[in-house]
């Protein structure tokens, strides 16, 4: 897989990226887009035993409409075509799919490789002995706090019990480098060096993500968003032991509390690479641009129309304004531009706030002044949560809700992606 490179005019475009000239670095390279995702995200369902307080994709129920297995395989032949690196599966609870393991090894002997992330319902001592003998696979195990209280209190009762099972399991047959997936929340940033202290007895290795306000994490974020002064020791955390923790550029906004030259980025692209080298596949084929944002304002195409995958990756008008060089808005007048990128579309946008403007978590003031002013929420396109409460629902505090809205005008970022319990 490489960048389409080319001398020609800077505005033309072949299969879908920009042309551009061969002295561009890496990172711009990137921006522009390549002829097929370094790897992408693959919701495989929407259903699932948890009901976590924070889930993007509001997983819960299974979709009627998901891809057969049939699909599935021709999807994974695609991905083989454009010669994929890996695909990252999730949903959901990608285990309880019955048809799972079979299009794991599927894809793997199609020479695509697998990361898939589970709560470990399904991490059995003879799934994880197959999985340890199993090449080109990459588990994750998702665990949101370094002790029960914690995790359990977004995740759902008996939920860490049951992904320290599977990595004991893991352990036990021998896999080697699994991950622990962790969002970092207000109520678990405090514990990055208990989650470390799990991963190294483990023989894993961390991976942090960013809680993003989209799905059911929209209900939550003014509650589980770290505060300012956390995502200062978040950063330092970060700076001090980043060459052992993957990140998966979640934090590229953070890189502004180092100097503005950006000789303070985190490791990593420090880029905003939705539609450019990532994107996600949801259960019933949509292709959306962000795997943190499904919505229908990032919504390209479908795997199942003429042209497939392919198609969508390298056609869609969607990807193809994506990749098409951007201002920087607001935030391109800030001496911290070239380290934060501007942060995270998906934050942005499910906060209210423009593409072009500031993250609502800008290190430098700016997004906390921006919730501040006239905005509105967009409706979420889609909910998979349960109808009624399930025993493994959360125990949260206080729910913070969405406010009305009908109660102001659609904003032109609600319209467009690319517009400036208490018990």
């Given at each position: 897989?490489?960048?389409?490179?080319?001398?020609?005019?800077?505005?033309?475009?072949?299969?879908?990226?920009?042309?551009?000239?061969?002295?561009?670095?890496?990172?711009?390279?990137?921006?522009?887009?390549?002829?097929?995702?370094?790897?992408?995200?693959?919701?495989?369902?929407?259903?699932?035993?948890?009901?976590?307080?924070?889930?993007?994709?509001?997983?819960?129920?299974?979709?009627?409409?998901?891809?057969?297995?049939?699909?599935?395989?021709?999807?994974?032949?695609?991905?083989?075509?454009?010669?994929?690196?890996?695909?990252?599966?999730?949903?959901?609870?990608?285990?309880?799919?019955?048809?799972?393991?079979?299009?794991?090894?599927?894809?793997?002997?199609?020479?695509?490789?697998?990361?898939?992330?589970?709560?470990?319902?399904?991490?059995?001592?003879?799934?994880?002995?197959?999985?340890?003998?199993?090449?080109?696979?990459?588990?994750?195990?998702?665990?949101?706090?370094?002790?029960?209280?914690?995790?359990?209190?977004?995740?759902?009762?008996?939920?860490?019990?049951?992904?320290?099972?599977?990595?004991?399991?893991?352990?036990?047959?021998?896999?080697?480098?699994?991950?622990?997936?962790?969002?970092?929340?207000?109520?678990?940033?405090?514990?990055?060096?208990?989650?470390?202290?799990?991963?190294?007895?483990?023989?894993?290795?961390?991976?942090?993500?960013?809680?993003?306000?989209?799905?059911?994490?929209?209900?939550?974020?003014?509650?589980?968003?770290?505060?300012?002064?956390?995502?200062?020791?978040?950063?330092?955390?970060?700076?001090?032991?980043?060459?052992?923790?993957?990140?998966?550029?979640?934090?590229?906004?953070?890189?502004?509390?180092?100097?503005?030259?950006?000789?303070?980025?985190?490791?990593?692209?420090?880029?905003?690479?939705?539609?450019?080298?990532?994107?996600?596949?949801?259960?019933?084929?949509?292709?959306?641009?962000?795997?943190?944002?499904?919505?229908?304002?990032?919504?390209?195409?479908?795997?199942?129309?003429?042209?497939?995958?392919?198609?969508?990756?390298?056609?869609?008008?969607?990807?193809?304004d994506l990749r098409s060089p951007q201002t920087g808005g607001a935030?391109?007048?800030?001496?911290?531009?070239?380290?934060?990128?501007?942060?995270?579309?998906?934050?942005?946008?499910?906060?209210?706030?423009?593409?072009?403007?500031?993250?609502?978590?800008?290190?430098?003031?700016?997004?906390?002044?921006?919730?501040?002013?006239?905005?509105?929420?967009?409706?979420?396109?889609?909910?998979?949560?349960?109808?009624?409460?399930?025993?493994?629902?959360?125990?949260?505090?206080?729910?913070?809700?969405?406010?009305?809205?009908?109660?102001?005008?659609?904003?032109?970022?609600?319209?467009?992606?690319?517009?400036?319990?208490?018990?």
């Amino acid at each position: 897989m490489t960048a389409t490179l080319d001398h020609h005019a800077a505005n033309s475009t072949v299969n879908g990226t920009v042309d551009r000239p061969l002295d561009l670095s890496l990172v711009q390279q990137f921006e522009l887009g390549l002829d097929a995702p370094i790897c992408l995200t693959w919701e495989l369902t929407y259903a699932c035993n948890l009901e976590c307080a924070h889930c993007l994709s509001s997983s819960g129920r299974r979709d009627p409409r998901e891809l057969t297995t049939e699909q599935c395989e021709a999807v994974i032949d695609e991905l083989q075509r454009m010669k994929v690196f890996y695909v990252n599966i999730g949903g959901g609870e990608p285990t309880i799919r019955p048809d799972f393991w079979h299009l794991l090894q599927y894809a793997v002997d199609h020479q695509v490789g697998v990361k898939f992330s589970t709560n470990g319902v399904r991490i059995t001592p003879e799934r994880a002995a197959f999985l340890a003998s199993t090449d080109y696979v990459d588990v994750q195990i998702s665990l949101d706090g370094a002790t029960p209280e914690v995790n359990d209190y977004v995740r759902g009762p008996g939920s860490y019990d049951t992904a320290i099972k599977a990595l004991e399991n893991l352990a036990a047959a021998g896999f080697k480098d699994a991950k622990i997936s962790v969002v970092v929340t207000r109520q678990n940033v405090t514990q990055l060096d208990e989650f470390k202290a799990l991963a190294d007895r483990y023989g894993a290795t961390l991976r942090l993500t960013r809680l993003r306000p989209s799905g059911r994490g929209a209900d939550v974020w003014d509650e589980l968003h770290p505060l300012p002064e956390q995502q200062k020791g978040l950063y330092d955390w970060l700076v001090a032991n980043g060459e052992d923790v993957l990140t998966g550029d979640s934090f590229f906004h953070l890189s502004a509390y180092g100097p503005a030259d950006g000789s303070g980025a985190l490791p990593g692209l420090n880029l905003c690479g939705a539609g450019r080298v990532v994107c996600l596949i949801d259960p019933i084929g949509d292709v959306y641009a962000c795997p943190f944002a499904i919505h229908d304002n990032f919504l390209a195409g479908n795997v199942l129309s003429d042209g497939g995958f392919q198609q969508v990756w390298q056609q869609s008008e969607l990807f193809r304004d994506l990749r098409s060089p951007q201002t920087g808005g607001a935030c391109a007048s800030c001496s911290f531009f070239d380290s934060c990128r501007g942060g995270c579309m998906a934050a942005k946008f499910f906060t209210g706030l423009p593409l072009d403007g500031p993250d609502p978590e800008c290190v430098q003031g700016y997004g906390e002044q921006a919730l501040a002013g006239d905005r509105i929420l967009p409706a979420p396109s889609q909910d998979h949560s349960r109808v009624a409460p399930g025993r493994n629902q959360p125990v949260m505090l206080q729910l913070s809700r969405r406010p009305d809205l009908t109660a102001a005008p659609v904003s032109a970022c609600a319209e467009s992606p690319l517009a400036g319990f208490t018990p």
